[in-house]
C-alpha cells in the first residue's frame, strides 16, 4: 500500500482507476482490500483531503453512471431480499454510508435510502456502523447515518433488535458526552433513543440526556423591553411596498 500512495495516488487517472477498484471490491468479503480497509483508510483522513481525493470522484462517478451508481443501484434492490449471512450486505453498508460525504444532495439523498435498504434486511447491522462511524470528522455523514437508522428501525418489526440499535445509539452519542449540535443528526438519534423506550426494549435510562435542553444553560426569566422587541416591525414598514414576502414553490424529490 505504501507503493501505492507513492506511485498511484499522485497520478490523477491512476488514482481514478484505484478508486473505481475500491469501490467494486467493496463488499467483497473475501478481498484484502474490502469496505473495511476502505474505512480504514479514510476515517482518520482530514476532511479537507479527503473531499480532495474521495469526494470529488464519488460525484463524478456518480454523474457518469459509474460504479458509484451501480453499487447504489445493487443496494436499492436489496429492500426486500433475505439477508444472506457471507457479509457481503454489511460490507456494502460501509461503503454506502462513505458515499455519504459527497457535497451533491442528490447523491446523499439517494445513498441515504440505499443505506435504508440495506439495513431493512439486517437492522443490528446499525450497532456496527454506529461503532465505526462515531468519530467521524465529516457532519453529512453522521447526519445522513442516524437518519437511514431511524428510517430502518421505524420500518423493523424486531423489538429486541430496535432495543439493541437505540442502546448503542444512546451509548455512543448521549450517555457519556452532549449529543451533536446539528439539530437535525441530534432529532434523528434522539428519535432512535426514543423508538427504543416505546418499544419497551431500552429501559434504566436517564431520559433527561436524550430531550431539550441537552444541558444548555436556560435563559434569564426576564424578557427584554419593549423598544428591543419591536425593532424588527420598525425596520419592515420602513422598507418599500416590493419587499413583500415572496413564497417559493414546493419542490419533492422523487
Same mark, same amino acid.
Given at each position: ?59 463524478? /462517478? ?5 460504479? !458509484?451508481?451501480? !453499487? ?23 461503503? !454506502? ?45 453522521? /447526519? ?26 444512546? /451509548? ?20 432512535? !433513543? ?29 424578557t427584554p423591553a419593549k423598544p428591543h422587541v419591536n425593532w424588527i416591525g420598525r425596520v419592515w414598514r420602513a422598507c418599500p411596498s416590493d419587499c413583500s414576502p415572496c413564497t417559493a414553490p414546493s419542490r419533492t424529490?422523487?
Amino acid at each position: 500500500w505504501s507503493y501505492i500512495q507513492q506511485a498511484v495516488l499522485p497520478d490523477t487517472s491512476a488514482q481514478q482507476s484505484l478508486l473505481r477498484t475500491l469501490v467494486l471490491v467493496g463488499p467483497d468479503p473475501a478481498h484484502p482490500y474490502n469496505a473495511c480497509f476502505l474505512h480504514g483508510w479514510l476515517l482518520p483522513m482530514p476532511m479537507v483531503d479527503r473531499d480532495a481525493l474521495w469526494s470529488t470522484f464519488l460525484g463524478y /462517478e456518480y454523474d457518469r453512471g459509474g460504479v !458509484v451508481a451501480k !453499487v447504489l443501484r445493487w443496494a436499492e434492490s436489496t429492500a426486500h431480499l433475505p439477508s444472506p449471512n457471507d457479509g457481503a450486505r454489511d460490507l456494502a453498508a460501509v461503503l !454506502v454510508t462513505w458515499f455519504l460525504t459527497s457535497s451533491s444532495r442528490i447523491l446523499r439523498d439517494r445513498a441515504t435510502k440505499a443505506l435504508v435498504a440495506l439495513l431493512s434486511g439486517s437492522l443490528l447491522q446499525a450497532t456496527e456502523l454506529f461503532d465505526a462511524f462515531s468519530s467521524v470528522n465529516d457532519d453529512y455523514v453522521l /447526519e445522513r447515518l442516524a437518519a437511514a437508522i431511524y428510517g430502518a428501525a421505524m420500518r423493523c418489526p424486531d423489538t429486541h433488535a430496535v432495543g439493541r440499535v437505540a442502546a448503542t445509539c444512546y /451509548e455512543h452519542f448521549f450517555e457519556r458526552r452532549k449529543p451533536p449540535t446539528n439539530a437535525l443528526t441530534r432529532d434523528y438519534l434522539r428519535g432512535i !433513543v426514543e423508538m427504543g423506550i416505546h418499544l419497551k426494549g431500552l429501559t434504566a435510562i436517564d431520559t433527561s440526556r436524550i430531550r431539550p435542553p441537552y444541558g444548555a444553560l436556560r435563559l434569564p426569566g426576564s424578557t427584554p423591553a419593549k423598544p428591543h422587541v419591536n425593532w424588527i416591525g420598525r425596520v419592515w414598514r420602513a422598507c418599500p411596498s416590493d419587499c413583500s414576502p415572496c413564497t417559493a414553490p414546493s419542490r419533492t424529490m422523487i
